[in-house]
C-alpha cells in the first residue's frame, strides 16, 4: 500500500517538474517577426534588441517590453488653417513614416505616442505655411506646402529614430460658398473666352467672305472686260465684213444696224431669263436714231476737244523755241546813245 502511494506520488513530482520545464521553455523563447523588432529589459532596465527570427530570455529576470513596427507606415492629419485671404480651408496631410533599424531603441523609449505627437508637428507646420498663401497658390503650390512639412518633420523626428519618408497633401477642401465663388469665377473666364474665340472665329468669316468677295469682284471685271473687248473685236469685224459686201452703206447706217441688233439681243437677254426682274419702261426700235444721234454729236464734241488741246500744246511749244530778243542798250541805263 505505502509502495503504490510512494510511485503516486513519484509520478506527480515527475509531471509537475515536467510542467515547470516546459513553462520555463516557454517564457525563455521569443520569436519575433519579420520587419519588427522587440526591446527586452532586464529587472526592469533596458538590455538589448531582439531582431526577427528566435531569441531567449531569462525568465521572470527578462521580459519582452515591447514590439516596434519597421515597415513603412502611414498618418492621416486633417488640419483645418487659414489663407492670406481669410478662407478657410481643410487640408488632409498623409505622412509616410519609419522607424530606423538601428534606432529602434530611441523611437521606443524618446515618445509615448508617436502618432500623436508627428499630428501636432504637422499641424505646427502647416498652420505656418498656408497663412502666408492666397487660396489659388495653395492649390498651385501644394507641393511646395508638402516639402515644407516633410522638411521640418524630418528635423524634428530625426532625433527620435524616425525617417520621414513622405508628405502628401491628398485633399484641399475650401468651404462650400468659396467653391462656389470659385466655381463661378472659372465658368465666367470660360465664357469670356469662348466669346473671344467666337468673335475671333467670326471676324475670320467676315475677312475671308470680304477677301473672296474681292478676289470675286476682281475676276467678274476681268470678265468683262475681256467679254467687252470681244464684243468690240466682233463689232469691228462685223461693220467691215458688212462694208465690203455693201459698198454704197454709210458709216450711220452701220452705226443704227449695230445699235438695233444690240437692242434685240437685250431683249432676248431679259426675256429668256426666268427670275428677272427687271422692268422696261416704254420703248421703241425707232428710239435708236436718236442715240445714234447723240453718240455722234458726242463724239463729234470730244473730237474737237482733242484737236483744240493738241493745238493749243503746239502753240506752246512753239512759244519755247522762239529765241527771245537782247536789248540795244548798255549796261548803264543812265547813258545816251546817238
Known sequence: MNDG??????????IILIVVLVFLVLKSVIIVREKTSVAIERLGKYNRIATSGFNLIIPFIERNAGVVNLRVQ????????KTLDDVFVQLKISVQFQVKSERVREAFYSLDDPRLQISSYVFDDVRAEVPKLDLDDVFAKKEDIALAVAQ?????MEEYGFR???T?????????RVKVAMNNIN????????????AEGEKIRIVKKAEAHAESTRLSGQGIAQQRLEIVRGFKESVEDFQRSLKEVSHEEVMQFVLLTQYFDTLNNVGSNSKNTSILIPHSPSAMKDFQQQIIEGTYVGQQLRDNIKQSEEEQEANKAKPRKKSNRGDDPFKSHD
Not at 521640418?152 to 524634428?156: G, M, S
Not at 502628401?168 to 462650400?176: H, M, S
Open 5 to 14: 502511494m510512494d510511485f503516486i506520488n513519484m509520478f506527480l513530482s515527475n
Open 74 to 81: 502611414q498618418l492621416d492629419v486633417d488640419v483645418e488653417t
Open 152 to 156: 521640418n518633420l524630418r528635423d524634428a
Open 164 to 166: 520621414i519618408v513622405k
Open 168 to 176: 502628401l497633401i491628398t485633399d484641399i477642401d475650401p468651404d462650400d
Open 187 to 198: 465658368a465666367a473666364k470660360r465664357n469670356k473666352y469662348a466669346a473671344l474665340e467666337e
